[in-house]
């Protein structure tokens, strides 16, 4: 998607490992988030980020960090995967939150553990 | 639990036809937003509704807002094979709106 990309866009890895996601924007947008997308369960927020340095935790933060060093690049840390962080991840961005111009997806990133 | 649910999970129909899409929320909300996702893609914004706008318009799609009764509908006029899809709304609750929650979404499946 225009703006925003991800890495990598598929991988497995094993139990117990540390995984980092990477979701890069060319769009300058203050806000950026993380979702996991499971079935029959939509997106649920992971953490995200309303500037440089500054990050809250969402709905199944438990097991994630985040880090966001420099506007462009919002980082997910699984510090030691498990089979439940199985999943397709999702990064978007947004200029002003949630209030008024929508969010822009990348397109996803493919997580397995086994 | 989610703060949006859609309903119909599933829907079919014929292409020409209409498809309407519902989703309930639970608490007040700032702003509900409609996203359409194709297999194996991210999500993309169709449209926004706010708490004071009773209905909208973009294109094929109508959407409307009952803050009464906490629910919104999705409706696409004359569907297309191109519109199958999964259909998601999301709410911005009232105060800081900084995110979105996500309803489970409904997949349309429009046959040509």
């Known amino acids: 998607d225009a703006g925003i990309t991800q890495s990598p866009r598929h991988k497995v890895t094993e139990t117990g490992t540390p995984v980092t996601l990477r979701c890069h924007q060319t769009e300058n947008h203050r806000y950026m988030y993380w979702y996991r997308q499971d079935p029959g369960h939509g997106l649920r927020l992971i953490h995200y980020?309303?500037?440089?340095?500054?990050?809250d935790k969402g709905e199944v933060s438990d097991g994630y960090s985040v880090s966001r060093s420099k506007t462009e690049d919002f980082l997910l840390t699984l510090e030691s995967a498990t089979s439940s962080q199985t999943s397709v991840y999702f990064c978007?961005?947004?200029?002003?939150?949630?209030?008024?111009?929508?969010?822009?997806f990348g397109s996803g990133t493919r997580l397995t553990v086994v | 639990s989610q703060q949006g649910e859609e309903d119909p999970q599933a829907l079919s129909i014929q292409e020409g036809e209409n498809a309407t899409m519902n989703c309930s929320y639970k608490?007040?909300?700032?702003?509900l937003q409609w996203y359409r996702q194709n297999s194996g893609r991210g999500l993309v914004h169709l449209i926004l509704i706010r708490s004071n706008e009773r209905e909208k318009h973009s294109g094929r799609l109508r959407v409307t807002l009952d803050t009464s009764k906490k629910s919104s509908s999705l409706l696409i006029t004359a569907s297309r094979a191109a519109d199958t899809a999964s259909y998601f709304c999301a709410t911005a609750l009232s105060g800081s709106a900084r995110q979105l929650t996500f309803g489970s979404g409904t997949q349309l499946t429009v046959l040509p």
């Open positions: 978007a961005i947004s200029e002003d939150g949630a209030r008024g111009y929508g969010y822009t």
């Open positions: 608490t007040s909300i700032n702003n």
């Open positions: 980020s309303y500037g440089v340095k500054d990050t």
